[in-house]
């Protein structure tokens, strides 16, 4: 993942469904007012099962999200993550 280390990601699978959960978390406990800034220009590459095509590529919430695929590789490019993000990609 191309992203500054306050952007957390966990990537967990269920059959053919990959879910990728995105956390923007600066870890600033003393922070009264909360503020988070964005992340901007996140990309993240995950390898295809062998033989696998993307089916679905889906958002929980409303982004804009760009993909490329080279041979196995999959490429996600995600403009801006506010606090969080699910994306989720579906392979048949």
């Known amino acids: ?3 500054p280390p306050s952007l957390i990601a966990i990537l967990t699978q269920n059959g053919n469904r ?3 959960h ?8 003393e922070d009264e007012a909360n503020s988070l800034p964005p992340v901007e220009n996140v990309t993240v590459r995950m ?4 033989g696998a095509k ?3 590529l ?6 804009p999200l ?3 695929e080279s041979g196995r590789e999959l490429e996600l490019r995600l403009s801006r993550v ?4 699910v994306d989720t990609v579906e392979f048949e």
Do not use: C, H, I
């Open 66 to 68: 760009r993909r490329k």
């Open 54 to 56: 993307v089916r679905r």
């Open 58 to 63: 889906s958002t929980f919430l409303e982004a």
């Open 18 to 20: 990959r879910v990728l």
């Open 82 to 85: 506010e606090a969080y993000q």
């Open 22 to 29: 995105l956390l923007n978390w600066t870890g600033d406990a």
């Open 1 to 3: 993942m191309d992203a």
């Open 47 to 50: 390898t295809t099962p062998d």
